[in-house]
């Protein structure tokens, strides 16, 4: 299980760089960022290297912060995969709430970022179906 950063930043201009600067003048590496936006507010999720520290350094500056577990799921580099995970959860009858893809800088393979609830029974099936968990 991964602990992802999730920021709810104003969605105006030099939101993003105020973050991400706060983040890297920290010495903390983001491996991936993901926003998704409404009129108002736009919530960025991202992968650090340390996520508690992140959040208490955002939280800090006035930002709203949390720290949410998902699950990291290595799939191969080829035309179908996302599809055969997703179809390999919908199998095991699991529920996404969301889901984006990353790149692990470890495996050099495509990474499907996942929240879904029931985190240990979600990754026994995928481990079982013979996909590799990043934790």
């Known amino acids: 299980m991964i602990q ?3 920021i709810f930043a104003p969605n105006a201009k030099g939101s993003m760089v105020n973050i991400t600067k706060l983040v890297s003048d ?3 590496d983001i491996y991936n960022v993901v926003t998704n936006d409404s009129a108002e ?3 960025v999720r991202m992968l650090v ?3 508690e520290r992140a959040c208490d ?3 800090k500056e006035g930002y709203m912060c949390k720290l949410n577990k998902v699950i990291g799921v290595e799939i191969p580099d080829d035309v179908g995969s996302l599809t055969n995970l997703l179809q ?3 199998d095991c009858n699991i529920n996404i709430d969301y889901l984006y893809v990353s790149y692990s800088r470890d495996s050099k393979t495509p990474l499907a ?3 879904a609830p029931g985190y240990a029974e979600v990754e026994a ?3 079982s179906r013979g996909y590799t968990i990043v934790k």
């Open 57 to 59: 350094l955002l939280s």
């Open 88 to 90: 390999n959860i919908t």
């Open 49 to 51: 290297t340390e996520p």
């Open 4 to 6: 992802q950063l999730s």
């Open 113 to 115: 970022v996942l929240h």
């Open 26 to 28: 920290a010495g903390i």
């Open 125 to 127: 099936s995928l481990v």
């Open 41 to 43: 507010f736009g919530i």
